[in-house]
């Protein structure tokens, strides 16, 4: 064990001077081979947003622009200061105009930031604006202003760039001919970032909004803008400790911090939370579209599957659309990792590299340039498990088999419906005591527990665990995966997790880099969350009837996996993922005005019989 500790600490400090090395080689490049110009843009209402504009020292030709929106600051500030690096560096070496800009409200724009700011659908005078003008009056100002652009521009951006990149869509400018929603913001409240399934996640609520949420009234720069720090070790310990929902308000978030007043107040799916979802607004699209995302992203996977999706449903055929996804992290395509590997799961290639030099930049080259021969299919899907890029012409893909595997007594779970007349697996769900995201103790939520080792998890009472015999040839799933669950509850409310899990054989190769042993290890494949009270309607949320057996339908965000021969599923199911999810007190209560006295202990039920078969539908690809 001290050999593979001092492996894989060796290992971890080269690939830190690599990709040191790296970043010192790309800054010079930028600095030797960009002119940095800074400049604000007035918009069609008379607001200003502050907007850097690198271009190639080389002006003997015309340039595409490639624009990314943000909230997140286009530092550094200063005509001599530069970016370190850009997101995708071929891009940068092949010569582009970048243009990066501080959306309105945030940073050095004038404005008032709105999150998520709807789309207005029927505009009546130049006070009607929405992230859609805001990107439509900067780029027809870059293309008439900016000296040596060739009239293309292209928009991108990863997770709320993302989610402006979308807007880019909507009435899209002329000039506007490829995007790029990248992890795009896409809807608050099922499924990105601060809701999933209706259940707030609140580790990355809090933490989050606790800085980005506080106001800016007017243009400041990063360095004065005061940060309040807040250290928690163990992050499940001060979750725990904090208690309900209205606690964190009062004692940290106050009422200055608007959007978690907004979370706060709007529990359901209202028009708060439909306005903000952009979806209903891709229509008529005209430039093409690249919408990637990761796979092991935890928090906007569903963004990018259901951009896709609605892109695809509302669109004619004729309207480029693709989607790529691959093994990554919130953003690790966009130079954030290699791709080769993450936590304790690797990937046998650096995917990554593979994405920006194969897929990005042929992709933005080709409508910006007219270069290259577009030959990127409609899907490009990462298969992990047997680690491969695969390609489809449509997604979820045509070739596959829909078919129901079925939680069976004592454990099991096979293809076949159960033939038991009665069968029900049991389990107390205490509040005070919520199931754990990850054996780890931290203080920020881990990136890693996405593929993280589930077997903390089986181990406890409250996880109930059905498996497959070892599998005897190659299992390959596709697409969504929708849980069917007859479930029944002592309580009148209750969270449902369903986890779908590869179970190593004992007897798996150790890979160096893994933190704990490959022998049975229990790879989380694909982990989601719904509040019970959501189970019908997202606008009407019921209550459970105590004892009352229920069908509960929860889908899971797509996947791609391959489990070998040898290997097993499994499913997990459990009513707590703490502290990600906040805790359901598992009464019909509004939970964002709840009291710590109305958390309460239940016991749940699964049921696994003939006449209430608990099943997961999968799509199983026919090779």
Not at 51 to 66: A, E, R
Not at 208 to 219: E, I, M, Q, S, V
Not at 228 to 241: A, G, H, Q, T, V
């Amino acid at each position: 064990m001290k050999k593979i500790l001092f492996i894989s600490c060796f290992i971890f400090l080269l690939a830190h001077l690599v990709a040191q090395t790296g970043i010192e080689n790309d800054s010079a490049f930028i600095r030797n081979n960009y002119i940095k110009k800074e400049t604000y843009i007035t918009m069609r209402d008379g607001i200003r947003l502050f907007t850097t504009i690198y271009s190639p020292k080389d002006q003997s030709k015309k340039y595409p622009i490639l624009m990314k929106r943000t909230p997140y600051t286009v530092a550094p500030y200063g005509a001599t200061e530069f970016i370190t690096r850009f997101q995708n560096m071929t891009l940068a070496r092949q010569g582009n105009i970048f243009v990066f800009q501080d959306v309105r409200g945030r940073w050095m724009s004038e404005g008032e930031f709105v999150d998520i700011r709807p789309v207005v659908a029927n505009r009546k005078s130049n006070k009607d604006v929405d992230e859609s003008t805001d990107t439509y009056d900067t780029v027809d100002w870059l293309v008439k202003n900016v000296e040596n652009n060739n009239g293309r521009v292209g928009v991108y951006g990863i997770s709320y760039p993302g989610f402006y990149a979308t807007n880019a869509l909507v009435e899209a400018h002329p000039s506007v001919k490829a995007v790029s929603p990248q992890a795009p913001v896409t809807d608050w409240f099922i499924g990105d970032d601060f809701h999933h399934g209706g259940t707030f996640m609140l580790m990355d609520g809090f933490s989050f909004y606790r800085n980005f949420g506080r106001p800016h009234p007017k243009p400041v720069l990063p360095k004065d803008f005061e940060e309040r720090p807040l250290s928690y070790p163990d992050n499940y310990n001060f979750y725990l400790k904090m208690g309900a929902l209205p606690n964190f308000t009062k004692k940290y978030m106050g009422d200055t911090i608007k959007f978690w007043t907004d979370l706060m107040s709007h529990p359901n799916y209202d028009a708060f939370w439909k306005a903000r979802n952009i979806r209903p607004h891709l229509k008529n699209t005209k430039p093409a579209v690249l919408t990637v995302g990761g796979l092991f992203d935890a928090e906007d996977c569903y963004g990018a599957w259901r951009t896709y999706e609605a892109l695809e449903k509302q669109n004619t055929p004729s309207v480029s659309n693709r989607i790529v996804m691959g093994p990554w992290f919130h953003g690790a395509w966009g130079g954030r990792s290699e791709g080769a590997f993450l936590g304790n799961v690797q990937f046998g290639s650096k995917t990554s590299d593979y994405y920006q030099t194969k897929i990005e930049a042929p992709f933005f080259n080709f409508y910006l340039k007219d270069e290259g021969q577009l030959d990127l299919p409609e899907a490009t899907i990462f298969e992990t498990g047997s680690n491969k890029w695969t390609n489809y012409t449509h997604w979820p893909p045509t070739n596959t088999k829909t078919r129901n595997i079925y939680m069976q007594p004592n454990g099991k779970l096979n293809f076949s419906t159960p033939s038991v007349p009665t069968g029900s697996t049991s389990w107390i769900s205490d509040p005070s005591k919520p199931v754990p995201y990850t054996e780890d103790v931290h203080e920020d939520r881990t990136r890693e527990y996405m593929t993280d080792d589930q077997r903390f998890a089986a181990r406890r009472p409250d996880v109930l665990v059905f498996e497959t015999d070892v599998l005897q040839e190659d299992l390959t799933v596709t697409g969504p995966i929708d849980a069917t669950l007859f479930f029944s509850t002592t309580g009148t409310d209750a969270d449902l997790v369903v986890k779908v899990i590869d179970v190593f054989p004992d007897d798996a190769p150790q890979w160096e880099g893994s933190k704990v042993p490959q022998g049975g290890y229990q790879m989380l494949v694909r982990g989601e969350i719904l509040r019970g009270r959501f189970r019908n309607s997202w606008e009407k949320p019921e209550p459970f009837t105590p004892s009352l057996v229920t069908k509960v339908p929860v889908q899971l965000p797509d996947i791609a996996h391959t489990f070998k021969k040898g290997h097993r599923l499994m499913v997990q199911i459990q009513s707590s993922w703490f502290p990600i999810a906040d805790r359901n007190p598992q009464k019909f209560v509004n939970i964002y005005q709840a009291k710590d006295s109305d958390f309460q202990k239940a016991t749940h039920r699964i049921f696994h019989n003939a006449k209430n078969a608990s099943h997961l539908t999968i799509r199983v690809l026919d090779k």
